[in-house]
């Protein structure tokens, strides 16, 4: 038996306390990944937050240095690896500003749908991710079910499940494949009920309430001053939303609800995320009724390869300009250039300084991840141990891209 | 969306006479800016009530090795109640200290930690200068573009490159 009163009493024979420093990670399993914060607790009580990043630190950008702009986009997949289509979009929008090029319409219908699709995922994940670190394991496991079903309409479109790299500079890498729109159709179809049942499961249970209400609670104008964006901050009552008010690509021909709600506790981001996701799927209906016929490409050989490869395996002009493109990459004019737009955690700029070279002199990402998880100190101030594990869940951060 | 009005609000006296220059680059307005006048430009661009630049978006860092000034902090604002964007610049050399935004912007906190992790630039006035990715006690400034792709050559990475007599890298 250990003695539990070990600093004593005081003169009033009241037991004396002193406050504790609890290490949370980087192995833990509600912490999403390598992320570590010391907590200083004063009994169960919160009184100061520390975390602990770069575990997963790669080097993104100082790789992204020495790689020409096409070797670029399968970096950025692996930032926030759960929405790979949304990340490519951000950075070849970012490329294409300084290029001063635009992607045929039917791509940018192609990569909007993707980045939807990518949303629901992302925020699929979160959805029973969440619940799992409160207790619930049953919302992870459907979830799971439907999260398969954009893997596979990903895979039939990309050849890959996770990392797609499907952007290119200046479009996509090749048209749909046959077959595509009936199954998209499908899954839109079935998410829609889906998402009811969700909602059914854990929105209005009473444990989750009681877990998540009135949580790690930020006021709009505060969450705006540590630069949440994405649903942490529209789950402040925060209207903005940059598919709607700068939009990018063809976001202003689709007509979309922006989901706002008022508390900015742990419970609204989470409500937040689950009306996104039905508002995903009518943006994914638009795009399939909407898209046009044409190319998925510009027609601008230097900076985009041919499409099919019969005349580059026929002709030997054709083969050395296909082996100089992919070898050493294309000059991009001098400038600078910001792009960011909605992922699904918030804002997803990238930065761009080219210096007129086939690679950028340098790229900055700003990861929204990144960003969201700073404010894990102010919300977290003044909650109980168990508390935290809802609001890291609630601030949705994928480390890989926190760690960049 | 057309910057004219923006850049018509920055071309008033107050602005002026704070920023070294304006200038419309890909899209984006950009605002240079001396070290000494930063603090009291972002201050006013955030509490003007025509601008209202209340969120910040990013900072970065940036090496223009082997030019001088060498070093350059990038600042990207947004104004959600105008939809306004707009980069401030500030070029430092090697040894000159810009000071913080966090009493402007709490989000730059994490930011400046980053940069100065990652380049060495020295926040005057940061409540909390650590490193961030890296670990304390790392050598070097592994964004600078005299730091090695490999790093250095130690016990944990025999890929590195050798560490030559006099190497600014610390």
Not at chain 2, 64 to 77: A, I, N
């Amino acid at each position: 038996m250990t003695d539990i009163n070990l600093l004593g009493t005081n003169e009033a024979g009241q037991k004396l306390t002193k406050e504790l420093l609890l290490n949370l990670g980087p192995q833990h399993p509600s912490t999403h990944g390598v992320l570590r914060v010391m907590l200083e607790l004063d009994g169960e009580e919160i009184r100061g937050v520390d975390t602990v990043i770069g575990y997963l630190h790669r080097g993104t950008e100082k790789l992204a240095e020495n790689f020409t702009y096409t070797q670029i986009i399968p970096l950025t997949d692996r930032l926030d690896y759960l929405c790979a289509p949304s990340n490519n979009l951000a950075y070849v929008l970012a490329v294409e500003r300084l290029l001063e090029i635009k992607a045929p319409e039917r791509a940018q219908y192609i990569r909007v749908m993707m980045a939807e699709m990518a949303r629901i995922s992302g925020h699929l994940l979160i959805s029973g991710a969440l619940p799992l670190d409160l207790g619930a394991m049953t919302t992870l496991l459907y979830v799971m079910r439907e999260r398969e079903m954009i893997m596979d309409l990903m895979e039939m479109i990309t050849g890959a499940r996770m990392h797609t790299s499907f952007c290119r500079v200046g479009g996509v890498r090749e048209d749909l494949p046959d077959g595509f729109e009936p199954r998209c159709r499908e899954f839109c179809h079935v998410m829609k009920q889906r998402v009811d049942d969700y909602e059914r499961l854990i929105t209005e249970n009473r444990i989750f309430l009681k877990r998540t209400r009135d949580i790690g609670k930020i006021s709009g104008e505060q969450a705006i001053d540590w630069g949440l964006s994405g649903p942490c901050l529209r789950a402040s009552g925060v209207s903005w939303d940059m598919r709607r008010d700068n939009p990018y690509e063809i976001y202003d021909r689709l007509s979309f609800e922006v989901i706002v709600r008022e508390n900015g506790d742990c419970y609204d981001r989470w409500k937040c995320r689950m009306d996104e996701m039905r508002e995903s799927v009518k943006l994914i209906e638009q795009c399939l009724d909407q898209m046009p016929q044409g190319p998925v490409a510009v027609a601008m050989p230097d900076i985009a390869f041919p499409l099919n490869k019969i005349t580059v395996k026929s002709s030997m002009e054709a083969m050395i300009h296909h082996f100089e493109v992919s070898a050493y990459g294309f000059p991009v004019p001098k400038g600078e250039a910001y792009v960011s737009i909605e992922a699904p955690k918030g804002e997803l700029g990238f930065y761009i300084i080219s210096d007129g070279s086939p690679k950028p002199l340098r790229m900055k990402v700003r990861a929204p991840s990144f960003v969201n998880l700073q404010a894990l100190a102010v919300l977290a101030r003044g909650c109980y141990l168990a508390d935290v594990i809802a609001i890291i869940g609630s601030l949705d951060p994928v480390i890989a891209e926190v760690d960049k | 969306m057309s910057n004219q009005p923006l850049l018509e609000l920055l071309q008033r006296e107050s602005i002026q006479q704070r920023c070294e220059s304006v200038y419309e680059t890909f899209g984006m307005l950009t605002l240079t800016v001396s070290k000494e006048n930063l603090l009291a430009l972002c201050r006013l661009l955030k509490h003007d009530s025509a601008l209202q630049f209340n969120f910040l978006s990013d900072i970065c860092g940036v090496d223009h090795y082997p030019q001088t000034p060498r070093f350059e902090t990038v600042y990207h604002l947004y104004s959600i109640p105008f939809k306004y964007r707009l980069r401030i610049k500030c070029r430092l050399e090697l040894d000159e200290s810009p000071p913080s935004v966090v009493p402007v912007w709490q989000t730059a906190n994490w930011h400046e930690r980053e940069a100065y992790d990652m380049y060495g630039i020295v926040f005057v006035g940061h409540p909390d200068l650590r490193r961030i990715y890296m670990w304390e006690g790392y050598d070097g400034y592994p964004m600078r573009k005299d730091y090695p792709l490999r790093g250095y050559a130690d016990h944990y990475n025999p890929f590195g490159e050798a560490r030559s007599q006099g190497a600014e890298g610390a």
